[in-house]
């Protein structure tokens, strides 16, 4: 299925936007057999720098550079299209000339409402990837598997369609979450419904008892259910039939722990086929895993250390595994370099001047693409005490003195910290 190489006929490629996305969309359309022939970006600090080894200038000296140019815009929409909109109005470019150009529509929604699924542990189709726990699956947002693809996904699009209805008029039956979500929002989204995250996070156990994990699939085996109605390949098989996946879709692999599942050579055969984000605590070292960093689908690796010492590893993932972790992470890095490692903070458990000097040399050793910043999500977005701000200070101040890309998952805290964290 994966992306149909892209002939430009020789054209130079301006990738517009050298921000976070920008990885993304490089390794994406590499495999594509498209490079850029440079950056470009609105802001005029990373004029004259390079990003990702490529020449980031001003759109205006990049069309000068490149006549003949094609384009890709790298940010993700709404943002992405509002660039599209603004450059297509100026007259600079042509729709023809985006690479990754697709007609949108201005409505409330969101990145779940526009192309997520997960083929969930509790036998249910879900739509919303921020209630994955079983307790706070949202009624409205799922549907229940009924043992055959074709009838549940059905009753699941209808569903969204619903949802969206619901959200975008005057009935709220079905949009009550949504419409107190901080992640819907009036913009610009795809016209194209098709999935563009499929998750298999059908269970299948977990070496470690991190703390703050409310991941049910972790005590999971895969259910019967799944096993015989539904496997990843039949499930892929139905929705690539009937054309239901964006040509750029991702497959997130990260149902328990994927290094003592079951059924992971089956699903990664599937996988081999996609880009993928994987998650994995890193505690098992995959040959599977460094293929597809290696071949390039593995678009991220993402793996939460959430500590700098061995000791408060022990006590944050149940289990004192941090040497091995480390060493797996170095060994995955010799393949690719899509690795980012996470950091969930919490409260007077990791928020020491040790852990994050320790994670810090981690990331140095291991020569990481990104360190991520997250928080308990459990804890909903309460705000958070002062030394554990103080400490996502010293690791985001830290990262930057030793070049390493860093990125808040702000939409995890509240408004006064995220405001505050924006400063750091
Ligand atoms: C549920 S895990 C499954 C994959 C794999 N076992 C792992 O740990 O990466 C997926 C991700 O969810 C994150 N996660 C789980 N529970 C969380 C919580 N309560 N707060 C923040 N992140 C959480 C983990 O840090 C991990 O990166
Ligand atoms: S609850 Fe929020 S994230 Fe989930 S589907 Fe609704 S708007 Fe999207
Ligand atoms: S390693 Fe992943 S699945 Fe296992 S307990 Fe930790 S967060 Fe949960």
Not at 406 to 421: H, N, Y
């Given at each position: 299925?994966?992306?149909?190489?892209?002939?430009?006929?020789?054209?130079?490629?301006?990738?517009?936007?050298a921000g976070h996305e920008a990885f993304f969309e490089v390794a994406?359309?590499h495999?594509?057999?498209?490079?850029?022939?440079?950056?470009?970006?609105?802001?005029?600090?990373?004029?004259?720098?390079?990003f990702l080894g490529?020449?980031?200038?001003?759109?205006?000296?990049?069309?000068?550079?490149?006549?003949?140019?094609?384009?890709?815009?790298?940010?993700?929409?709404?943002?992405?299209?509002?660039?599209?909109?603004?450059?297509?109005?100026?007259?600079?470019?042509?729709?023809?000339?985006?690479?990754?150009?697709?007609?949108?529509?201005?409505?409330?929604?969101?990145?779940?409402?526009?192309?997520?699924?997960?083929?969930?542990?509790?036998?249910?189709?879900?739509?919303?990837?921020?209630?994955?726990?079983?307790?706070?699956?949202?009624?409205?947002?799922?549907?229940?598997?009924?043992?055959?693809?074709?009838?549940?996904?059905?009753?699941?699009?209808?569903?969204?369609?619903?949802?969206?209805?619901?959200?975008?008029?005057?009935?709220?039956?079905?949009?009550?979450?949504?419409?107190?979500?901080?992640?819907?929002?009036?913009?610009?989204?795809?016209?194209?419904?098709?999935?563009?995250?499929?998750?298999?996070?059908?269970?299948?156990?977990?070496?470690?008892?991190?703390?703050?994990?409310?991941?049910?699939?972790?005590?999971?085996?895969?259910?019967?259910?799944?096993?015989?109605?539904?496997?990843?390949?039949?499930?892929?098989?139905?929705?690539?039939?009937?054309?239901?996946?964006?040509?750029?879709?991702?497959?997130?692999?990260?149902?328990?722990?994927?290094?003592?599942?079951?059924?992971?050579?089956?699903?990664?055969?599937?996988?081999?086929?996609?880009?993928?984000f994987l998650?994995?605590?890193a505690?098992?070292?995959?040959?599977?895993?460094?293929?597809q960093i290696?071949?390039g689908?593995a678009l991220q690796l993402l793996v939460?250390v959430?500590?700098?010492?061995?000791?408060?590893?022990?006590?944050?993932?149940?289990?004192?595994?941090?040497?091995?972790?480390?060493?797996?992470l170095k060994?995955y890095r010799r393949f690719g370099n899509s690795i980012y490692i996470k950091?969930?903070?919490?409260?007077?458990?990791?928020?020491?001047?040790?852990?994050?000097?320790?994670?810090?040399?981690l990331a140095k050793e291991v020569d990481v693409r990104e360190i991520t910043i997250?928080?308990?999500?459990?804890?909903?977005?309460?705000?958070?005490?002062?030394?554990?701000?103080?400490?996502?200070?010293?690791?985001?101040?830290?990262a930057?003195?030793n070049r390493i890309p860093v990125t808040?998952?702000?939409?995890?805290?509240?408004?006064?910290?995220?405001?505050?964290?924006?400063?750091?």
């Amino acid at each position: 299925m994966i992306v149909n190489q892209i002939d430009t006929k020789g054209r130079p490629v301006i990738f517009y936007g050298a921000g976070h996305e920008a990885f993304f969309e490089v390794a994406k359309y590499h495999k594509k057999g498209v490079a850029p022939a440079c950056f470009c970006d609105r802001d005029a600090a990373k004029w004259g720098t390079k990003f990702l080894g490529f020449d980031c200038i001003s759109l205006e000296q990049a069309v000068k550079q490149y006549p003949d140019f094609l384009m890709v815009v790298t940010p993700r929409y709404p943002l992405r299209f509002h660039i599209m909109e603004d450059l297509l109005e100026r007259g600079l470019v042509t729709k023809d000339q985006i690479l990754n150009y697709e007609p949108w529509t201005k409505r409330k929604s969101c990145h779940d409402l526009c192309g997520y699924i997960d083929f969930h542990y509790s036998k249910r189709l879900l739509m919303c990837c921020s209630c994955d726990s079983t307790e706070t699956i949202y009624k409205s947002h799922c549907v229940g598997f009924n043992g055959s693809i074709a009838d549940s996904l059905d009753a699941f699009f209808t569903r969204r369609e619903g949802v969206l209805s619901d959200l975008n008029g005057e009935a709220q039956e079905l949009a009550q979450y949504c419409s107190n979500c901080r992640w819907a929002v009036e913009d610009y989204w795809p016209v194209d419904q098709r999935f563009r995250r499929i998750a298999y996070s059908v269970g299948g156990g977990c070496q470690f008892n991190c703390v703050y994990c409310g991941s049910v699939a972790r005590h999971t085996m895969i259910s019967e259910t799944w096993e015989k109605s539904a496997t990843f390949p039949e499930v892929m098989e139905y929705l690539e039939q009937n054309n239901l996946i964006h040509p750029d879709a991702i497959i997130e692999i990260g149902t328990g722990e994927i290094c003592v599942n079951p059924r992971q050579n089956e699903i990664f055969d599937v996988a081999d086929n996609y880009f993928t984000f994987l998650f994995t605590n890193a505690g098992i070292y995959s040959e599977r895993i460094a293929a597809q960093i290696k071949n390039g689908n593995a678009l991220q690796l993402l793996v939460s250390v959430d500590a700098g010492t061995e000791e408060t590893f022990r006590k944050v993932k149940g289990t004192p595994a941090f040497k091995n972790v480390r060493e797996n992470l170095k060994k995955y890095r010799r393949f690719g370099n899509s690795i980012y490692i996470k950091y969930v903070f919490l409260p007077g458990i990791n928020d020491t001047d040790e852990d994050v000097d320790g994670f810090i040399a981690l990331a140095k050793e291991v020569d990481v693409r990104e360190i991520t910043i997250s928080r308990n999500f459990e804890d909903g977005f309460a705000a958070l005490p002062k030394q554990t701000l103080n400490m996502i200070q010293r690791m985001i101040v830290s990262a930057r003195e030793n070049r390493i890309p860093v990125t808040p998952f702000f939409s995890l805290f509240s408004k006064e910290d995220a405001l505050l964290i924006s400063t750091f």
